[in-house]
């Protein structure tokens, strides 16, 4: 059986730069991977190729064995891939509970409904309440988002993404501009993800993803260098080289 | 929780629908009260029920959708045409099916500039609107044996409405029809506004990645938003060809398309309230000033619009609504 999220050879490259160099990993059903790796690895550049914000020179992304290499970012989406935003993209004067169901009903096919409100309708709106439930948003569900807290809004972000019903989440630094003494919050949150649910999720905290995965893949000037256990990325000689440069042999010597 | 949740729904719901029945009630108050005040003046007060169809089309794409437009008289114009060719050419003289013609002549001008504009963003957004009014006015110039050029199309003889009220020399006739189709389409936008579609489009204005990371497609929502504005403004611009009884060039001017956003930053945009009151309050204060200066009222008009932009950049509706958020915060 093909996996479930398959990244196949990947290739790009900007003028004579290769940002991306034959990046291939597979997900599959419950995994909890992390995507890390010193800046100007090529992290975001791999999120975009993923997400079809850029096409790759060469390779393919693959869902299900299906390949949607060609596919907008839009129909990747409605294939179960989603993705949350490194920096929070939120409708600045709606509310919780209108996001949250806007998603929902995107999902179920009634956003293009010229009549009637959500708020009329009660599987919408328990499905809206369940979600903002289980990230603790209940009370904030009718506050305007520019109202509301950032480490909140972050996890606003994540409520979207969850109201999606993801096959695949790519979480694009969930922790970013989170006070560290919120970090609890996206952990809790993450936490509660679906059991089936495929996530990978580039970061930069290191206590969240050692935490978090159960996989490490370090991307390093486009390439994957590793990809296995959280354990063993710490004592791999070119994890450390990738991060700490010369000064690991250094240190060793 | 879900129980609890759905109960706490329905009172907000409800004050929607309130806010928006005193809304309704209000218009209607205004309008009679308009008829008896200004009995002498019905022309002026229809003139401006069919630059308020325009002025809420706007804001439908404007307001609602964050386009930016100088060409939207395209709408209302070809939506004037297509009612006036009809009655000047095909004798279809039945003021409702005018409307109706012309609201489908609206939606196409719609979906050709949509298509068009939306092409671009920001300024070549804006670029590209003011190439399609610019063309619109040119293609209603150049078939003049339709259109009738430069001299403006006339020989439109509108049948009595419904076959009994006829149109008649006050106007009177004109202004009840207007202020029912007004109500009609205001009406029925407040439930679009607020539908899912609504939210949806609302939400394009705020952040169209993250609608499209929603997995909903920008382009084709803006798409129909447009459609839907051009048929608003084709009833606005074929209800001004049924009580004028003449189609000219300038209703598809920019003049026309520069001055409905005027009065919708006037009003405030992204309200439906706010687009009826920008509207009153610009052709009021033209008609007023215009009277009493004839040779500065623009310059007065023009020192007006900045103190508004300045000092309430809401508009009118969107300054006083704050206004009175505020007061009821503090007074709690």
Redesign the interface.
Known sequence: MSPLFEVDHLQKAFGGLNVTRDVSLSLGKGDRVALIGPNGAGKTTFVNLV?GHLRPDSGQVLMGGEDISRFN???R??AGL??S?QVT??????TPE?HV???I???QG???????????M?DV??E???TL?TLNL?AL??VPVSEIAYGQQRLLEIA?ALA?RPKVLLLDEPAAGVPHSDTFLIENALAQLPADLAVLMIEHDMDLVFRFAKRVIVLAAGEIIFDGLPGDATNDARVREAYLGGYANGSAA | MSAEASVTAMPAQNRGWQRDLIGIAVILVAAIAGYFLFPNNLALLTRMIAIMLLVLSLDLVTGYCGVATLGHAALFGSGAYAAGIAAAHFGITEPITMIAIGAVGGALAGLISGIVILRGHGLAQLVLSIAIIHLFHEAANKASEYTGGSDGLSGISPDPVLGVFEFDLWGRTAYVFGIVLLLLVFILLRILVRSPFGMLCRGIRQDPVRVSAMGASVKLTLIKMYVISGLVAGVGGAFNAVSTQVVGLDSLSFTNSAEALVMLVLGGVGSLYGALIGTIAFVWIEDLVSAANPFHWLTIVGALLIAVVLFAPKGLYGTAATLLERYRRGGK
Do not use: I
Not at chain 1, 89 to 94: Q, S
């Open positions: 997400t970012p839009m129909r989406v409605r989603v993705r935003f993209r939120l409708f600045a004067e709606m209108e169901a806007l998603a009903l995107q999902r009634k956003s293009g409904r010229m009549a009637g409100s959500f708020q009329a009660p709106m328990r809206t309440y369940e439930e209940t569900g009718r979207l999606l």
